[in-house]
T-cell receptor
Framework: DTGVSQDPRHKITKRGQNVTFRCDPI?????LYWYRQTLGQGPEFLTY????????KSRLLSDRFSAERPKGSFSTLEIQRTEQGDSAMYLC?????????????FGPGTRLLVL | KQEVTQIPAALSVPEGENLVLNCSFT??????LQWFRQDPGKGLTSLLL?????REQTSGRLNASLDKSSGRSTLYIAASQPGDSATYLC???????????FGTGTRLQVFP
């Protein structure tokens, strides 16, 4: 399977705990994106990488959130001291460098529930 | 600030009907506009991508149009089927950034 994969698919945690999600993009895709989607809303941009460089971060990405892509391949998104408002679907996407005529390919998402 | 709005929020129709979903955006400085499909609890699947210089794109029973100057796009679904039931999201790619800005979606139900 050459699609975008995310792990875990579901995560339940207690408020105050730290969680980490992983995204494996399509092979050789240089760009990797993270979005957050709450119930009934469209996805909201969090951050994106070109290779290992983090090029843009949304103001939604508070100090409790950190994302990395250390070798320009997979990426991790960590949330520290989770809050109930962090409950959402976290989506990862990747894209090559073909330009604006290429779509972003999305993974299945990680659904987070903070109790 | 770019804002994307989709109307209607929800739609329920009998099988076989032709449908029009609407998307509007506030800033015409975009590279492209895309329509995605999302099944419950799943990721997004790209349906159609229209470059800013194009007027429409077609794929099977789907046709999307773009009027950049008026900030509008429509997704036309011909001869709807129950398998078309999903949420349809519109997204724009603004100039000078590589992110997508999404609307809130139209939840479509096609019943037999």
């Amino acid at each position: 399977d050459t699609g975008v994969s995310q792990d875990p698919r579901h995560k339940i945690t207690k408020r105050g705990q730290n969680v980490t999600f992983r995204c494996d993009p399509i092979s050789e895709h240089n760009r990797l994106y993270w979005y957050r989607q709450t119930l009934g809303q469209g996805p909201e941009f969090l951050t994106y990488f070109q290779n290992e460089a983090q090029l843009e971060k949304s103001r939604l990405l508070s100090d409790r959130f950190s994302a990395e892509r250390p070798k320009g391949s997979f990426s991790t998104l960590e949330i520290q001291r989770t809050e109930q408002g962090d409950s959402a679907m976290y989506l990862c996407a990747s894209r090559g460098l073909a330009g604006t005529w290429e779509t972003q390919y999305f993974g299945p998402g990680t659904r987070l529930l903070v109790l | 600030k770019q804002e994307v709005t989709q109307i209607p929020a929800a739609l329920s129709v009998p099988e076989g009907e032709n449908l029009v979903l609407n998307c509007s955006f506030t800033d015409s400085a975009i590279y492209n506009l895309q329509w995605f499909r999302q099944d419950p609890g799943k990721g997004l699947t790209s349906l159609l991508l229209i470059q800013s210089s194009q007027r429409e794109q077609t794929s099977g029973r789907l046709n999307a149009s773009l009027d950049k100057s008026s900030g509008r796009s429509t997704l036309y679904i011909a001869a709807s089927q129950p398998g078309d039931s999903a949420t349809y999201l519109c997204a724009v790619s603004p100039y000078n950034t590589d992110k997508l800005i999404f609307g809130t979606g139209t939840r479509l139900q096609v019943f037999p």
